[in-house]
Each structure stands twice: as C-alpha cells, then as structure tokens.
C-alpha cells in the first residue's frame, strides 16, 4: 500500500544559502516576504539570521551549515518535520562541508519534498498553487532496502 504524507497549507522551509549567495538570497526573500511570511520558517545560522532580521518574521535558526547545521536540516527532513528546502549554493566554490551538503540535497530526493537550489526554481516552487494548499507527497517505499539481508 502506497504511504502518503500530508504537506499543510503553512509550509514548514528550510532556507539555506552559501555566503556568495547570501545577498541573492536576502533579496529572493524580502521579494516574496508575503508569501514566506505564512510559513514556518527555518535557517541555517547567519542565513538564518540575516533573514529574520530583513523580514521581520520568526525564522528558527539552527547552527551554521559547516558547524552541523546542514546536517541539522537533513535531520529533520528524515524525521519529517521540514517540507521544503530552498539552498541557494555556490557551485563555483568548493566548500569544506561539501559532503553535508550533498547529503542534505539526496536527502530532499529520499524524502520526496521539494527542493529549490537557485533563484528560478525558488521562483516557480513559490508560486506554484500547491504551495498555497495541502498536498499528499507520496512517500518512496523503502521495504525492499529495509528489509535485505546484511
């Protein structure tokens, strides 16, 4: 039987963003203010911050992507208690929490919720009518990898 699980209306976002994407990203977020503003909002430490303190809205701020806070992020994703994850990153710059990242990006993919990693895609995922409704995510069936033999 297939398992769904239920997005509400008040999304619950991550938002994360490189510092040379940090600006891009404060600019992203005061444009669509109102939108993200009845939402649940989530940041990684300075992003975190810097938006709370450009929107004037409550943004719960975890650590510092390359202290654990990408991996706070995956956390909840696994756990169930984030629905988006918008990651502005710089794919010109190597970073050394390279590998937090990629997992924190596979685990959107795991969890089958969306994921923005650029400024378009943040565009169309926000304007999108779904994420002004609740929406049934199907959820990957995992049994046959649970249940193997090691």
Same mark, same amino acid.
Request: aromatic share 8%; charged share 25%; hydrophobic share 40%.
């Given at each position: 039987?297939?398992?769904?699980?239920?997005?509400?209306?008040?999304?619950?976002?991550?938002?994360?963003?490189?510092?040379?994407?940090?600006?891009?990203?404060?600019?992203?977020?005061?444009?669509?203010?109102?939108? +993200? &503003?009845?939402?649940?909002?989530?940041?990684?430490?300075?992003?975190?911050?810097?938006? $709370?303190? /450009? @929107? %004037? *809205?409550?943004?719960?701020?975890? +650590? &510092?992507?390359?202290?654990?806070?990408?991996?706070?992020?995956?956390?909840?994703?696994? $756990?169930? /208690? @984030? %629905? *988006?994850?918008?990651?502005?990153?710089?794919?010109?710059?190597?970073?050394?929490?390279?590998?937090?990242?990629?997992?924190?990006?596979?685990?959107?993919?795991?969890?089958?919720?969306?994921?923005?990693?650029?400024?378009?895609?943040?565009?169309?995922?926000?304007?999108?009518?779904?994420?002004?409704?609740?929406?049934?995510?199907?959820?990957?069936?995992?049994?046959?990898?649970?249940?193997?033999?090691?």
């Amino acid at each position: 039987m297939q398992q769904t699980k239920t997005l509400h209306t008040r999304k619950r976002i991550a938002l994360v963003a490189h510092d040379h994407k940090k600006a891009e990203m404060l600019d992203w977020a005061l444009y669509n203010k109102t939108v +993200l &503003s009845r939402h649940e909002l989530y940041g990684t430490g300075t992003t975190g911050k810097l938006i $709370e303190e /450009k @929107l %004037d *809205v409550p943004v719960r701020r975890l +650590l &510092s992507g390359p202290l654990g806070g990408d991996q706070q992020i995956g956390a909840m994703v696994a $756990e169930g /208690k @984030l %629905d *988006v994850i918008i990651f502005f990153w710089d794919p010109m710059e190597a970073l050394p929490h390279d590998p937090d990242i990629k997992a924190l990006l596979r685990l959107g993919v795991v969890w089958n919720i969306p994921v923005a990693c650029n400024r378009a895609s943040a565009d169309f995922l926000l304007t999108s009518p779904l994420m002004h409704q609740e929406y049934e995510v199907i959820l990957p069936d995992y049994s046959q990898y649970l249940g193997r033999k090691v």
